[in-house]
């Protein structure tokens, strides 16, 4: 698992003029808030747009998701969602788990390569928006949110199955095919439906996002959102959201 940088010691003795200088960071504030559903109350939202929107696009597999699953309550998991601030809606809901305590969900259906055998991973499924314009900047920060959970976790590699047209999404945020010589793959917890099987390696994702001059990248890495609350899910690793990566100037 990758050390953590301490910016501060690793900047210690080096003259004034070769120590970077912290990355201004905007701030924008959201209609909608991003947090973990840790009640009954938020977590049941959760569970009933998942079903809705699961049930528009593959309807057995909608049906299916009208309870709780066990996974949403299982140690290494947890389910954002984001909720309306006018009036408390749920707009979009995520799961997300890394393997610190058992094999992704994803593991049941493919073999991951060897190279990842002794890596730390997270995976999000059960990705839900609701209808109507706002489905696409919510869905934009369950991702940062995602993104920021990684960070602080140490999380070395995100890896996700997609299926069109969501798979594009993840491409555009360069996400490589991690088996492209199998194409689809079936997957058990997706209803069996054929998904790409994509990653990405989390602490090099700022870099190639800056190389690449990616039009989300201000956004993810150098303006801070408030409305995105995970707090509570690094609360035992003594650090802030904002130091997770030395100093690198990630903003919730």
Known sequence: MNARVDFEALTAGLPANLIPAPVAMAEERLPFTVRVASDHARLRKAVDLRQQAY?????????????????????????????????????????????RHA????????????????????????????????????????????????????????????????????????FTDLLPELGAVPLKHAGNIPHRILALEVDTADARWRAAGHPMYDLYVNTRHPDIDIRETVAGLGITIEHARGGAGIGV
Not at 71 to 97: N, Y
Not at 154 to 172: F, K, N, Q, T
């Open 55 to 99: 049930g528009r696009h593959v309807p057995a597999l909608g049906e299916l998701l009208r309870r709780e699953e066990p996974k949403d309550r299982e140690r290494g998991c947890i389910v954002l969602i984001a909720e309306s601030k006018l009036d408390g809606q749920p707009l979009g809901t995520m799961r997300i788990q890394t393997n």
């Open 103 to 174: 094999p992704l969900a994803i593991e049941a259906s493919v073999d991951l390569p060897p190279s990842l055998a002794h890596c730390s991973l997270a995976e999000a499924t059960r990705l839900g928006v609701a209808l109507g314009r706002a489905g696409r900047v919510v869905k934009t920060m369950l991702f940062k949110a995602f993104y920021l959970y990684c960070l602080a976790e140490g999380i070395e590699w995100i890896v996700i199955g997609a299926r069109p047209p969501l798979d594009r999404m993840y491409e555009s945020l360069l």
